[in-house]
T-cell receptor, first 115, second 112 residues
Framework: EPEVTQTPSHQVTQMGQEVILRCVPI?????FYWYRQILGQKVEFLVSFYNNEISEKSEIFDDQFSVERPDGSNFTLKIRSTKLEDSAMYFC?????????????FGDGTRLSIL | GESVGLHLPTLSVQEGDNSIINCAYSNSASDYFIWYKQESGKGPQFIID?????DKRQGQRVTVLLNKTVKHLSLQIAATQPGDSAVYFCAEIKAAGNKLTFGGGTRVLVKP
């Protein structure tokens, strides 16, 4: 069964450094998402992306965050100047269509640790 | 404000028994509800969904019930197995958008 893949599985970065998290969505999916999960908390929406532009973003997704689909397969999340509070699991998800019976499929996440 | 929340943080169940996980929501505009399962070290995995115009939907060993009167959602797992040990999240999608809003999660521990 096709799946969303994320790399790296664990990223350790110094505070203030830039980090890029990578995702390969399922190949025929058109809608892409990033979520994050701070340890012990619920999963929170960051941003959705369709047709090479952001569809929706949360208040968490400020100017330090950006997303890109640099080619036909990758979907990246960049944090320009990381803060301690950016430490979390970051999940990429994709969906074939935006309809209520097309669920979002999640990758296994990247654990981001800011030192 | 809007919220999707869970009643119990941890549920211990004997192998073979049925499990019931509950979720409350406050936004009447939500059109679609989903249950996800998250195993340790993995991402959320889709289990079952239900539209707001339905009361009940059954899958393989799982049933989701929706009570719109009291804004309550539940997931029933029949004959719980060790592989069902995980954290279970309810999530909602509002009619106008497609982002998932997750609840806080319930951990299910299956005792042999």
């Amino acid at each position: 069964e096709p799946e969303v893949t994320q790399t790296p599985s664990h990223q350790v970065t110094q505070m203030g450094q830039e980090v890029i998290l990578r995702c390969v969505p399922i190949s025929n999916h058109l809608y892409f998402y990033w979520y994050r999960q701070i340890l012990g908390q619920k999963v929170e929406f960051l941003v959705s992306f369709y047709n090479n532009e952001i569809s929706e973003k949360s208040e968490i997704f400020d100017d330090q965050f950006s997303v890109e689909r640099p080619d036909g397969s990758n979907f990246t999340l960049k944090i320009r100047s990381t803060k301690l509070e950016d430490s979390a699991m970051y999940f990429c998800a994709s969906a074939r269509l935006v309809s209520l019976n097309q669920p979002q499929h999640f990758g296994d996440g990247t654990r981001l640790s800011i030192l | 404000g809007e919220s999707v929340g869970l009643h119990l943080p941890t549920l211990s169940v004997q192998e073979g028994d049925n499990s019931i996980i509950n979720c409350a929501y406050s936004n009447s505009a939500s059109d679609y509800f989903i249950w996800y399962k998250q195993e340790s070290g993995k991402g959320p995995q889709f289990i079952i969904d239900i539209r707001s115009n339905m009361d009940k939907r059954q899958g393989q060993r799982v049933t989701v019930l929706l009570n719109k009167t009291v804004k309550h959602l539940s997931l029933q797992i029949a004959a719980t197995q060790p592989g069902d040990s995980a954290v279970y999240f309810c999530a909602e999608i509002k009619a106008a958008g497609n982002k998932l809003t997750f609840g806080g999660g319930t951990r299910v521990l299956v005792k042999p």
